[in-house]
């Protein structure tokens, strides 16, 4: 057991030096995270698009898993975004639009964002209301897939269907209490 003495000395130390962050510790930092790559990782083929006749799609078109912890305080509901900042040679291409994510949800399961599953659907990219995969064109290197989630103070139900990527972030201001994210690559 450590005396008085010795954990004050420990306890001062680790104040001066920086070493110690209560509130950091305490409170957790709010991460998104997959159980299918790392952060930076390269994204598995089955996670790429399908789109018949679109010869860059070869995929199947199965949204990864995802999960999320030690979201901010007050949070009543989440949004998430996929893009892609170098499709369509640099202009950008959204593969996914979904909010109205309930705050007691903590993750998605490979395949729920493909089928709809436990959000309101946006507009993508693509023109769809759910996960788009990569489909980069052959040649053209690897893309950064960057997958942000966006904890919310609104209600899961107050925004309604079919918002773009620039819509939703117009109506998330003043109203956005943080965000996590990850990014996955792919190439052909």
């Known amino acids: 057991m450590i005396g008085r003495g010795l954990f004050a ?7 001066v030096t920086g070493s110690l962050s209560f509130t950091a510790q305490a409170a957790g930092t709010f991460t998104l995270s997959s159980p299918a790559f790392q952060d930076g990782g390269t994204l598995a083929q089955k996670y790429a698009g399908a789109t018949p006749g679109n010869a860059s799609c070869t995929g199947d ?10 979201p901010p305080a007050d949070t009543k ?3 998430l975004l996929l893009s892609d900042p170098e499709g369509k ?6 593969h996914l ?8 949800t903590n993750g998605f399961a490979e395949g729920d964002l493909t089928q709809g599953k436990g959000f309101v ?13 990569p489909c980069p064109p052959a040649g053209s290197g690897f893309h950064h897939y960057t997958f942000v989630l966006i904890a919310t103070d609104l209600p899961p139900h107050a925004l309604g ?28």
């Open 97 to 104: 639009v979904a909010y109205g994510i309930p705050a007691t």
């Open 161 to 188: 269907p079919g918002l773009t990527r620039e819509q939703l972030l117009e109506k998330l201001k003043g109203h956005a209490k943080g965000g996590a994210g990850i990014i996955g690559r792919f190439g052909q």
């Open 89 to 94: 040679a640099g202009l950008g291409v959204s």
């Open 77 to 79: 509901s989440f949004a």
């Open 9 to 15: 000395l420990m306890l001062c130390t680790a104040c």
């Open 121 to 133: 659907g946006g507009k993508n990219s693509p023109g769809t209301a759910v996960y788009h995969g």
């Open 61 to 70: 078109n199965i949204s990864p898993p995802l999960s999320w912890a030690n």
